[in-house]
């Protein structure tokens, strides 16, 4: 299975709130991948030091575009 997740949140200098939530939500995420399960994290901009790292299982793509990144830009990349 793969599993594609908008890490936008989570790619901040400073998370706090909804950002830490989604920080520990991919970190997560990152220990359990595995051959079955696998993530595809999207994200506008690279991803920052404080994200997980890439693994053969948990990987970024980067998608770019500002306005309408959700409806339009993402969609296009699926």
Same mark, same amino acid.
């Given at each position: 299975? &793969?599993? +594609? %997740?908008?890490? =936008? !949140?989570?790619? %901040? !200098? @400073?998370? %706090?709130?909804? $950002?830490?939530?989604?920080?520990?939500?991919? =970190? *997560? @995420?990152? $220990? /359990? #991948?595995?051959?079955?399960?696998? @993530?595809? &994290? *999207?994200?506008?901009? #690279?991803? =920052?030091? /404080?994200?997980?790292? !890439? #693994? !053969? *299982?948990? /990987? *970024?793509?980067? %998608?770019? +575009? /500002?306005?309408?990144?959700?409806?339009?830009?993402?969609?296009?990349?699926?």
């Amino acid at each position: 299975m &793969i599993i +594609g %997740v908008d890490g =936008n !949140e989570a790619n %901040v !200098e @400073f998370p %706090v709130g909804v $950002s830490v939530y989604t920080l520990n939500l991919l =970190n *997560y @995420f990152q $220990s /359990k #991948s595995s051959k079955d399960i696998q @993530f595809i &994290i *999207y994200l506008r901009q #690279s991803p =920052n030091t /404080k994200l997980p790292r !890439e #693994s !053969e *299982y948990f /990987k *970024y793509q980067v %998608v770019r +575009g /500002k306005r309408l990144w959700l409806t339009v830009f993402l969609p296009l990349r699926l």
